[in-house]
């Protein structure tokens, strides 16, 4: 099955399928450092490992469509001394194997790098036993594990080679919807990135929905609403600091996110703001079940997109009587 | 993009008049599986997505168990007495809806919809919104522990009706298919049937290759099913065998099936575990298939 893609506008940016980018700073890596191996369940193509496979063959570990033994596998070699990078499709990643990582893993403290291949709704048609939006509240609750979720190509590299080096365990979106890139400066761990200056209303956005809440902000921009963007590649440990002072300078929070609309980036920031500075938000997020439909169609139905995230700060700007 | 025959709202599916009904005759259900195969390719070239690979491999089974073996009513589709049934390679749902819908659980043409927006019919099968669906399977490894359930349901209750589920061989490398085992063993569920698809391919790779499963049949024995190992094509026979009761352990039967069966491009191919065909070779498979 060939990437989804947001269908093509004249003179659009062009737009990355960042599993490209994985397997490029994979295969880099793995040229140095002879510790890092892949794990797969049977997912050799969609994880585009078929070069990692034909450059490193005996450093690829095929366990067959067997998610809870892959993550074990993956926390016995990092034992050995390995760096294992384990690749399966999102939903079945975190939610098959969720005691693994948790126990085997974070509990044990393995450098295992758990990289989640096609998240959020990248299988839109294949329907919700193939989307992965519950991921970031699993993961989120898992103590010691490290979450991010890169929002390009570039920081997607970023991410892999920081990861490989980290040397503790890690649970890696890699997106398979087509996005456009966004960032300017790599990957920063447990750094919230300020991608726009803004005094109005912050929108703080994670992995696919960054490149949707620039161009909300766009849109605001142009009727005069000062909108501040936040791309927040690493949901934990998150990056208190920037949150905060996006409460204090902004006085209202967006967030998007391509996962349940709890439990995930709206949750995280929402107990730290309420804790701390309580600000009126809006979580935007993956409501319900979805219905049968494209990644695109998904997306635009629950108002993931610039009109969804633009109508959401029109609102909180409304509620505290600014608009 | 709105469905062409839903009008782009989610509409519910109702029986209709089978296209075919339950027989005993061979040549009739030889020409039920071809009309199924002609469904699949069909319906995933319409689709533009779908594993036809393992829809063809599957399409014999699906026939003898819904045209002659399963006790079901479609148009009373969850009466308590029915025969259950669980696809666990979920991925094959373009065959299970092409069966099901040539059977009279829905029209025929609410299949044309498949994973459009808003269809009822997405990639995998869904007990809320398709008659006939028991379970919501897709992720591999879940058939087995629910039909091990519904049969073991079915003893404390002291039912006669019988439970059925459809393992793909890949899916056998999940350790759940394990546990069920033991347990439909320990319980001597009799009243329990497990066909494995065995084609020998899975999504990347064959399976050997991969996660070797062989000796497959000593392994179901060793934990003391009663095994079978058939001719995964020969759909009478299928009918036949499946149609027998009376044991009191559980049975798996392993069906010898190749990918892609009845296209000679795709067959026992594993590029086409989810390749889409053009249309030149949908001509193509529709006449080797009409044959
Ligand atoms: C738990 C889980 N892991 C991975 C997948 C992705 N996947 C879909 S089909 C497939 C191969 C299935 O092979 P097999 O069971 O042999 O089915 P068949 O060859 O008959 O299509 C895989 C790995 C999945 N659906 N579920």
Redesign the interface.
Known sequence: ?SAPEAAPKPGAAPTFDCRVAFAEELISLARADARIVAVCN?????SNLGAFQKEFPDRLV????????MVGVGAGLANAGMIPFVCAAG??LS??ATEQIKADCAYSQYPVVLCAMSPGLA?G???P??HSIEDFAWMRAIPDLTVMAPADPDETRGAVRWAAGAGRPIYMRIPRFKIPAVTTGGFTPGRIATLTEGSDVTIAAIGTMVSRALEAAKRLGEAGISARVLNVSTLKPLDEETILKAARETGAIVTAEEAVSGGGLGGAVAELVAQHHPVPMRILGVPAFA????TQ?LLDHFGLNAAGIEAAARALLKIRGDA | MTSPILGGAEVALRPCRPTYERTSDAAQLAEIAIAVRLKIIRTIHAAQLGHVGGDLSVTDILTALYFHVLDIDPANPTSPKRDRFVLSKGHCAAAFYSVLSLRGFFEPEAVDSFMKPLSPLNGHPNRRKIPGVEANTGPLGHGLPIAVGMATGARIAGETWRTFVVLGDGELQEGSNWEAAMAAAHRGLGNLTAIVDRNRFQQGAGTEATNQLEPLADKFRAFGWDVHDVDGHDVSALADLLGRTGSDRPRAVIARTFKGRGVSFMEDKVDWHHKVPSAEQVEIALKELAR
């Open positions: 099955m049977d997912s050799i193509g969609s095929n366990v067959g469509i067997a998610e809870q033994n939903p079945f939610g098959r299988y048609e294949l329907g036993t193939h219905p049968t439909g494209d169609f």
